[in-house]
Nanobody
């Protein structure tokens, strides 16, 4: 079993940046794709990004603004968010699944989820 804990959320003005972190209780990144999802009120849970052994994937709404990365030595995955917009406001969740990032954008295929961290972007 893998426990995931997100941190780094907060409030920021439009155009600003935040870096989210997801720490795993045990080393998981060699066999699991690590992803970020987000969910805003009235919206479905949306895939933001996924990383597996250096390969990265992004949702259309964040491509070019967000960067996912990982530090295996620290059992941590990051989401660097730049040029934030009010529509980025959501609860952001870290998730993990085998094998890698195949079919990464479907929430139902993920084995493990964190509790989420809130990101609020004001105009």
């Amino acid at each position: 079993q893998v426990q995931l804990v997100e941190s780094g959320g907060g409030s920021v003005q439009a155009g600003g940046s935040l870096r989210l972190s997801c720490a795993a209780s045990v080393y998981t990144y060699s066999s699991n794709g690590m992803a970020w999802f987000r969910q805003a009120p009235g919206k479905k849970r949306e895939g933001v990004a996924c990383i597996y052994r250096g390969s990265t994937f992004y949702g259309d709404s964040v491509n070019g603004r967000f960067t996912i990365s990982q530090d295996n030595a620290k059992n941590t995955v990051y989401l660097q968010m730049n040029s934030l917009k009010p529509e980025d406001t959501a609860m952001y969740y870290c998730a993990a699944k085998p094998p890698g990032c195949a079919i990464w954008g479907l929430p139902e295929v993920y084995n493990y989820w964190g509790q989420g961290t809130q990101v609020t972007v004001s105009s």
